[in-house]
């Protein structure tokens, strides 16, 4: 069922002038959406982002032998923890990679704690991967609700957006982002004047933005994702609701959908992301080698999985070995940069601590190009990005 | 509804006792199952297992009771949430978690079946439908059922306070117990004079009126029953997967099990079993290749409606002129 | 102004009109499902599939070909028509013997080919169709805005739907449709094509699903799982309606997209399953549908 690359098992033994300083062979399985709603963000691309991680890492030179194979977890909790049950029981597989859609990511991150394997969740956004569910195997990499909210909720309230209306997606995911941005928006002294739940998913959002329209609030917040988002996006233009000047927050937001919404729509939207691919020399570099491969520019997640990759291979490479907790101790003890995620210190959480960023859709007029879609607004320090840690979410102190 | 005219064959009244051929594959098959963890991979085998108690649970309402359910995973689904609350929340064993969830089933069988029980063919698998989409609405929108997370980590536990079933074989040859104690239990439910009465139904409903027999009772009571063992197959998967999701409740699964049911050969013994085995072993080895896997579930759905009405199984029992 | 349950007038009136617009959607596609079931007793669980390649169709019409909306109105339907037809002739021919339930097997299982198809080619993130300029823009109505394409949506799923009504119910050649289910010998015996007739039929009820999928691609992203949960929908209409009643399943389309529109507003989680509880009540007190025939 999986699609397999050796990667320099050969050419380790060949191209090592001197003795090789250890053999060890690693196995990383990239979990995620190849065929639903989270294919474009994640899917391919991180199975893309990993191999360019264990090449970059020159990980053969280094006598690693890494390994790298993928599955579609269909985003049923189900089918994803069959088979991480699978790669660590029989496959010998020592870290599953990526793993969007929160539901799968909490089971991956029961099974790697109960296997001694590593979770390098870079996809998933719930925050109780290192809250209510934090185990100490899990790394979680990019970004989670809170540090979209904390940057979207913050920056928009600050900037004279003080009544907030949400359209919240009803389910886990949707009300846990909700709750997140309603949090920063009275913190930052705004209020919140409404909601409606909408059944997920959902294609006709018509009925629900009127109920923002009237209820005279000056931010509408989406607390939803994918498809949703994008529809409701549309339809806002659509019924005159930017226009008439209200404006709209995405609250998870991935490049790939301003893509498919274009600037015309999108135009003055606010949006908080890790990782944008136009933002110095080597971060087009690398986004470019992506692109060849995969034929559009990489998402904050498969940003995310490179860079968590790259990391997790330093731990093995110092470590000597594979042993989850080892590794995921080693990790939160050593920060790592690269130019794609800045700054990195994980947590004794798990939770990966970097910069975020607040970004602004381009009009049509500003952006050059078809890929040419976001401008910087702010950085958001990563101290004040995420969450505090919860103490019984420590792992570090024994 | 009238399944008659699909020139499904039926099997004779079998009255006395199990013919030998069914003892024999039944025993090919219990010998099968209890050296297969040692080949293939266990979670995938208890999976398979689950399932093919679902299809046969399905195959009693539909085969032998002629009533095409388009709602079972209402009964999959709310099994799997209740056992799964059982032994996380509430602390449960395992055998009593999954006991609560087949009750569970059992009591929404209940009470679905006696609604629905009073239409017939199309109209009736709207109505199961309908409610099947409610509780679908209750999974998602209710606390206990963690809505999208689904219910997580439940724990294994020990079978009796005292068994282990942490590792994966001892909790398969729980699993193989339950499934296959199910499968036979059905076998006998079928083979009873309560499943030739049920026929006799299903062949000419007016007859079996005017022979004196209440059939709502006994369409009620075979409903109840498939909804039951149902609940037992979605139970016991939630103590596998150590959780429930919306997946189990979602329509959609109640299209896998009537395809299932289907492709394996409805109105047979073990049509179900193969028809889940089938399909369980084409989703797992053929994930990788995304929606191509939809695809080919279609294509075996139309192939299935078009040249083989009667099945895998039904087919063999036609060639080799035996009830399966 | 009196206000009700909190929401005043205005609003409410607002949502009604946007209740009426998806219903327009309801009525076209169960109007093609009724058409379908009442002359040739097949339940057409592709129905949102066809309706999703109606859509697809548009966009490659212009993707591919430069045609824009205004051809691809009548062009779509016209091809989504023909490839129902072929998939009569080929496979749903064959079943007309056997007990309706394989139909229902059969077109469930080409629903799912279709998608995974559509779904592998096209991905799922959805490919967006521009508004055609003449319907951009939209008339400020005092209680709500209303875009002109959306208006647009309903006044053309009314001319089709009354349209189809008055051809099958109203002329010389629906009447022979009608007597054509009745008794398909004795129509052939006065000379009538019959088995043309049902094709025929066939690929309208299809062309109609198209012509739904085109007039939602401009609002709705175009995707290949957008008629995959609207067809169990639909089909509730059309079971509340009444299974082959032409009126029926115009009526109660409008009449639950209202419904939906107002549970949109007082219970917005449940706008999902609203229509599923009004199903299981129909089913239960009146099976027939509220303007079927008692079966």
Not at chain 2, 13 to 21: F, H, I, K, T, Y
């Amino acid at each position: 069922m999986l699609r397999k690359l050796a990667l320099g098992t050969a050419l380790g033994a060949l191209a090592a002038g001197g003795a090789l300083a250890q053999d060890i062979d690693v196995k990383l399985g990239v979990l995620n959406d190849r065929s639903g709603v989270y294919a474009d963000i994640a899917g391919e691309g991180s199975v893309v982002a990993t191999r360019m991680a264990v090449e970059d890492f020159k990980a053969a030179e280094k006598g690693l032998n890494v390994e790298v194979i993928s599955a579609d977890h269909q985003n049923k909790p189900d089918v994803g923890s069959n088979i991480a049950r699978q790669w660590y029981d029989q496959d010998g597989v020592n870290a599953i990679v990526d793993v969007p859609t929160s539901s799968v990511a909490l089971a991956v991150a029961q099974i790697t704690a109960d296997k001694n394997g590593v979770f390098l969740a870079s996809g998933p956004g719930s925050t109780e991967l290192t809250r209510e569910q934090c185990k100490p195997t899990t790394i979680h990499w990019t970004y989670d609700t809170a540090a979209l909210a904390n940057g979207t909720g913050k920056a928009v309230t600050e900037a004279g957006g003080k009544k907030w209306f949400f359209l919240t997606a009803d389910y886990a995911f949707g009300h846990s982002l909700e709750e997140n941005t309603s949090n920063v928006v009275k913190e930052s002294g705004g209020e919140v004047v409404g909601s409606v739940d909408v059944p997920f998913p959902a294609t006709d959002f018509s009925s629900f933005l009127l109920q923002a329209q009237s209820s005279g609030a000056d931010v509408i917040g989406l607390a939803n994702a994918g498809g949703d988002t994008i529809n409701a996006i549309k339809q806002a233009s659509e019924f005159g609701i930017t226009q008439a000047g209200q404006k709209l927050a995405g609250l998870l937001i991935f490049i790939n959908d301003i893509h498919a919404l274009g600037a015309q729509t999108a135009q003055g939207l606010q949006m908080t992301s890790a990782f944008y691919w136009d933002t110095d020399d080597e971060t087009r570099d690398w986004s470019a080698r992506f692109e060849e491969q995969m034929n559009k520019k990489p998402s904050m997640v498969h940003a995310g999985v490179y860079s968590a990759v790259m990391h997790y291979l330093g731990a093995v490479e110092a470590t000597g070995g594979t042993d989850g907790d080892q590794i995921a101790a080693w990790m939160k003890e050593n920060p790592y940069e690269d130019a794609l995620m800045g700054q990195v210190q994980v947590r004794g959480d798990g939770r990966a601590v970097h910069d975020m960023y607040l970004f602004e859709v381009k009009t049509p007029d500003e952006s050059e190009g078809e890929w040419d879609l976001l401008k910087k607004v702010s950085t958001i320090p990563g101290d004040q990005a995420f969450l505090p840690m919860l103490d019984e979410c420590d792992f570090t102190k024994e | 509804m009238a399944m008659s005219d699909t020139g499904i064959t039926r099997p004779a009244a079998q009255q006395a006792g199990m013919p030998m051929l069914h003892k024999i594959i039944f025993l090919v098959l219990l010998v099968f199952l209890a050296v297969l963890p040692f080949m293939v991979y266990p979670v995938f085998a208890m999976k398979l297992m689950c399932f093919a108690l679902f299809a046969a649970a399905f195959n009693l309402l539909l085969g032998f009771g002629g009533l095409l359910s388009f709602g079972h995973a209402a009964f999959f689904g709310s099994a799997s949430y209740v056992a799964a609350h059982a032994a996380k929340v509430w602390g449960l064993t395992p055998e009593l978690a999954v006991l609560s969830g087949t009750v569970a089933a059992a009591i929404l069988g209940l009470a679905i079946g006696a609604l629905a029980i009073r239409r017939q063919g199309i109209y009736f698998a709207m109505v199961t439908l309908a409610f099947a989409q409610m509780v679908y609405f209750v999974a998602l929108q209710a606390q206990f059922t963690g809505g999208e997370d689904g219910i997580q980590s439940v724990p294994r536990g020990d079978l009796f306070g005292l068994i282990s079933l942490r590792d994966n074989v001892s909790l398969y040859f729980f699993v193989l117990a339950v499934t296959f104690g199910g499968v036979l239990m059905l076998y006998r439910i079928v083979h009873s004079p309560f499943g030739q009465v049920l026929k006799a139904i299903r062949e000419n409903e007016p007859r079996a009126i005017s022979l004196g027999y209440n059939v709502n009772r006994y369409k009620l009571m075979v409903f109840t029953l498939s909804a039951t063992f149902a609940g037992l197959a979605g139970a016991t998967k939630s103590q596998v997967f150590q959780l429930a999701s919306l997946t189990d409740v979602h329509w959609t699964m109640s299209g896998e099990v009537v395809l299932m049911t289907l492709l394996g050969g409805m109105g047979t013994i073990f049509g179900p079993l193969v028809g889940a085995a089938i399909i369980v072993t084409m989703q797992n080895y053929l994930a990788t290749f995304g929606a191509w896997v939809t695809v080919i579930q279609g294509v075996i759905f139309v192939i299935g409606v078009m040249l083989f009405r009667e099945g895998i199984v039904g087919v063999i029992a036609r060639w080799i002129k035996r009830p399966l | 102004m009196f206000e009700l349950l909190g929401i005043p007038p205005q609003a409410l009136l607002g949502q009604l009109l946007l209740g009426l617009i998806n219903g327009s959607f309801y009525a076209v596609l169960s109007l093609g499902l009724a058409v379908i079931f009442g002359l040739l007793n097949i339940i057409n669980f592709a129905h949102g599939a066809l309706y999703m390649m109606g859509a697809f169709v548009a966009w490659m019409l212009l993707n591919y070909a430069g045609i824009g909306y205004w051809p691809a109105l009548i062009l779509a339907p016209l091809i989504v028509g023909v490839f129902g037809i072929v998939l009569e002739r080929l496979m749903l021919s064959r079943l007309y013997h056997l007990d309706h339930l394989y139909g229902l097997l059969l077109t469930f299982g080409l629903a799912l080919i279709i998608q995974g198809l559509f779904r592998n080619y096209y991905g799922i993130s959805g490919l967006p169709y521009r508004i055609p300029d003449a319907l951009s823009g939209g008339y400020n109505l005092g209680f709500m805005f209303l875009p002109k394409y959306r208006g647009w949506v309903v006044v053309a799923s009314l001319v089709v739907c009354f349209g189809t009504w008055f051809m099958i119910e109203k002329t010389r050649l629906g009447a022979y449709l009608r007597a054509a289910t009745e008794n398909p010998v004795l129509v052939g015996a006065f000379g009538v094509n019959v088995p043309l007739m049902i094709m025929l039929t066939y690929g309208f009820g299809v062309a109609l699903a198209g012509f739904a999928g085109v007039l939602a691609a401009p609002i709705y992203s175009v995707n290949p799982n957008m008629g995959a949960d609207l067809i169990i929908v639909v089909f509730a209409v059309v079971v509340i309606g009444g299974m082959g009643s032409i009126m029926g399943a115009i009526l109660t389309g409008y009449f639950l997209g209202l419904i939906e529109g107002l549970t949109r507003v007082f219970y917005p989680e449940g706008s999902a399953v609203v229509i599923f509880v009004i199903m299981a009540i129909v089913l239960l007190f009146k099976p027939e549908g509220l303007f079927g025939r008692a079966a």
